[in-house]
């Protein structure tokens, strides 16, 4: 079994950490919040003091962080946490960051004889929980292989996306699509209950028809259609609007560097920032379905 310091117990990061302590993993914690350390040490983590404490002896470092300035101010520069982390070690960074974030990580970690893989997660909290989330990785195929059993541990979908920054590259493009994919099924759903269709018959016509994607199959954002979804419980809980804000201004950046044209990804990021200028950033994304309804 693998000493892992695990860096970053936020809604992903202590149920994924939770996960690699079922299977037997040795672990580590540290997080700016006192009560999710506790939380696990109260199930068998070693609760560490700081950063720094948490990768000594260690020989994985995970961390799970907000935005790229959290991971670069971690990790880089003199003090980073890289400074401290053994030579041979192996860095897995699972928040989702800009590309050329990563990149600049993995030349970092290089340059210390560290392994590093950039891999961002998708399936949610949801996912996170019940350890199915996909892991989409950047980086060293053989650093691959010697993570595989951690990235099993917690997920259930493992894709190698290429070199250095590729899993992040492979990430804003899954999250700018489900953004597109969300706020076309709320206008859509809008729309039909405006003109009289029940929400639920709607929603169901629509996923069996040609207009079926997973929002509708997993994350309808009409409230009382699935139960279970955060638009049945007041968009709390999920995958705050915020974070898809953050995704969408990452692809937006990744676009402008390859020149790529990407006109839905750029309008729903204005959506979701005037979902956070209206005071809903820490919502579930699927609050979008408001614009259409207020």
């Known amino acids: 079994m693998s000493k892992i310091a695990f860096i970053g117990l936020g809604h992903m990061g202590l149920p ?20 999710a350390i506790d939380e696990l040490a109260a199930e068998g983590a070693k609760a560490a003091r700081d950063a720094r404490d948490a990768v000594a002896g260690m020989q994985v470092v995970i961390t799970m962080l907000p935005a790229s300035k959290h991971v670069e101010g971690l990790l880089l520069g003199e003090g980073g946490l890289l400074e401290s982390i053994t030579t041979g070690s192996l860095v897995l960074e699972c928040s989702t960051i800009a590309p050329d974030s990563a990149r600049k990580v993995h030349a970092a970690a290089k340059a210390r004889g560290i392994e590093m ?9 949801a996912g996170a929980a019940a350890g199915t989330l996909t892991f989409m990785v950047g ?16 997920g259930k979908n493992i894709f ?3 070199p250095d920054g590729a899993g992040q590259v492979a990430k804003v493009c899954n999250n700018q699509l489900l ?23 709607l ?11 997973w929002v509708l199959e997993r994350y309808n954002p009409w409230p009382g259609v699935m139960l279970n979804a955060p638009a049945s419980k007041d968009y709390d809980g999920g995958f705050m609007a915020e974070l898809m804000a953050k995704d969408l201004g990452l692809a937006q950046e990744t676009a402008q560097h390859s020149l790529s044209s990407t006109p839905m990804g750029a309008l729903a990021l204005q959506l ?9 950033g820490k919502k579930d994304f699927s ?3 408001k614009l259409f309804t207020e």
């Not at 893989?117 to 909290?125: E, F, K, M, R, Y």
């Not at 405006?194 to 929400?199: E, K, M």
């Not at 979701?272 to 809903?280: A, D, P, S, T």
């Open 179 to 201: 953004a597109v994919q969300m706020i076309g099924t709320a206008e859509s759903m809008a729309l039909g209950v405006a003109n009289g269709l029940d929400p639920t018959t």
């Open 16 to 35: 994924m950490a939770r996960n690699l302590l079922k299977a037997g993993h040795e672990l580590k914690v540290y997080d700016l919040v006192q009560e």
């Open 139 to 154: 980086g060293d195929a053989a650093a691959l292989e010697k993570a595989r059993p951690l990235f099993a541990a917690m």
């Open 160 to 162: 190698h996306a290429g």
């Open 272 to 280: 979701y920032r005037l979902l956070l200028k209206q005071g809903k």
């Open 287 to 289: 609050v979008v379905q």
């Open 117 to 125: 893989l950039d891999a961002p997660v998708s399936g949610g909290t």
């Open 203 to 213: 929603a169901e016509i629509m996923r069996q028809s040609s207009g079926g994607n």
